[in-house]
């Protein structure tokens, strides 16, 4: 069947799911296969579930009119994708990013909504599954889309934007994170610079942080930039904290002006700011963009300020790099708070740096004071410390159950595949 087919199909039912579990009647399927698994096998359930139609690529499982065979699932989910998305003459912002991508999508889509019908990736659906099914669910009369986009390897980024063909686009940053796939620091710059590549050659915009050098080096020769950051800036701020929490003074166009929030950490400051950027770009007034930044609260254990019993927990443990781990560390031991623990998670896809950056991690550690410092996982067994370390999450709830702190100051951090929430959990 020809995409132009398809997409007829696709108009007449608007919504298409990867996943039985979550299928809804009317929706089409794509039968996606994965490594260990045959995702053709799901066509009959699908169809049970009351799918409009399936997506196949293995004649065998042509089990019914509603069958659609073509050559690769996931392929002709993409291109489904990109034809959606030529057909969209609407501003596409792309965001990507080492760190905090997913909150500065977040609070973008916060600004943008004041004033416009905007569509964003949900979660952190921003792979080669995630961002297709992004494009697919924007709808006639949205006004702009934000497409969040990850990477771990190169050519990755270059992938997404061929499908979603953006107009804008934003880097948060360039820092240690999937050293394993990109090999080192220039790997990541130059995989993340595929935004900036691709905006380049189709005189798009960009935004961009002021505040760190060697992005202004990664976006020459791109004409139209809106910059922002601390100093030399088109929109200026300060960090100012309060307890935990980032607030931010603004400098210009608009000083005077500052904006509460209830986000942890002045590394969120760039976060702000990119919101604020995007949207005074965009024609949101400055109260909006303030009412809507005070308005966000993070969420999924993204930098949360939770308070259990008498124990008051900073929940950072969706994801961790050397980058993000750092400067998690470094706020929270400077901020003004009584009995202070880290319970940190071992760093994920650090490849051959995996030891010497677990021992880097450790001896930022070891130049504050703390009441206790828990290590997960087997990325710091070998590590010589006198810390606490246990192989995995489950041991360490355990320990704290049994030995449960009071009134204390909690930092939890780590890699998702760390399950850093079952000791968070340990503490009710």
């Given at each position: ?14 919504a ?26 799901f ?11 399936v997506?196949?690529d ?8 509603k069958?659609i ?31 905090g ?18 569509c ?22 949205t ?10 390897h ?40 595929e935004?900036?590549?691709?905006l ?39 960090p ?6 980032l ?8 000083t005077g ?18 919101s ?38 900073i ?42 950056e ?24 070998d ?19 049994a ?6 100051s ?19």
């Amino acid at each position: 069947m020809e995409i132009t087919q398809l997409y007829d199909l696709y108009l007449q039912h608007p919504a298409v799911q990867t996943d039985t579990r979550k299928l809804r009647p009317g929706e089409i399927f794509f039968a996606l296969s994965g490594p260990n698994f045959n995702g053709n096998t799901f066509a009959q359930k699908a169809l049970d579930e009351g799918a409009a139609f399936v997506v196949i690529d293995d004649a065998n499982y042509t089990i019914s009119s509603k069958c659609i065979l073509v050559d690769d699932v996931l392929a002709t989910l993409q291109q489904l994708a990109l034809h959606h998305r030529k057909q969209l003459n609407i501003p596409f912002l792309a965001i990507t990013g080492s760190n905090g991508k997913t909150t500065t999508k977040e609070l973008i889509a916060a600004v943008l909504q004041k004033k416009y019908v905007t569509c964003a990736t949900q979660g952190n659906l921003n792979n080669h599954i995630g961002v297709p099914l992004t494009l697919l669910r924007i709808k006639p009369g949205t006004e702009i889309a934000i497409i969040e986009m990850g990477a771990n390897h190169l050519r990755e980024i270059a992938s997404y934007c061929s499908i979603a063909l953006p107009t804008h686009g934003l880097i948060t940053n360039c820092g240690k994170a999937h050293i394993e796939g990109f090999g080192g620091i220039e790997g990541v710059r130059k995989g993340k610079g595929e935004l900036y590549d691709f905006l380049r050659g189709t005189d798009g915009i960009i935004f961009r942080n002021t505040d760190l050098d060697y992005l202004e080096q990664m976006a020459l020769g791109i004409a139209q930039q809106i910059t922002y950051g601390e100093q030399e800036a088109d929109y200026c701020g300060k960090p100012l904290m309060q307890d935990v929490f980032l607030n931010v003074a603004l400098m210009s166009p608009h000083t005077g002006s500052t904006i509460l929030t209830r986000l942890v950490g002045v590394y969120n400051f760039p976060n702000v700011m990119a919101s604020v950027a995007v949207g005074m770009h965009f024609g949101v007034s400055p109260d909006e963009i303030r009412d809507a930044i005070a308005g966000y609260n993070p969420d999924n254990s993204r930098s949360q300020w939770l308070q259990q019993g008498s124990n008051r927990i900073i929940m950072d443990a969706y994801n961790a790099n050397p980058s993000s781990m750092q400067a998690a560390i470094i706020n929270f031991a400077a901020a003004d708070l009584q009995n202070k623990m880290l319970w940190l998670g071992g760093m994920k896809e650090m490849g051959p740096e995996e030891l010497n950056e677990h021992k880097a991690l450790v001896s930022l550690i070891s130049d504050s004071d703390w009441n206790e410092v828990i290590l997960v996982g087997k990325e710091f067994k070998d590590v010589n410390t006198n810390y606490r370390w246990f192989e995995n999450s489950a041991a360490a709830a355990t320990y704290i159950r049994a030995h449960l702190p009071v009134n204390a100051s909690i930092l939890i951090k780590g890699s998702r595949g760390s399950k850093m929430e079952v000791m968070k959990d340990a503490l009710t």
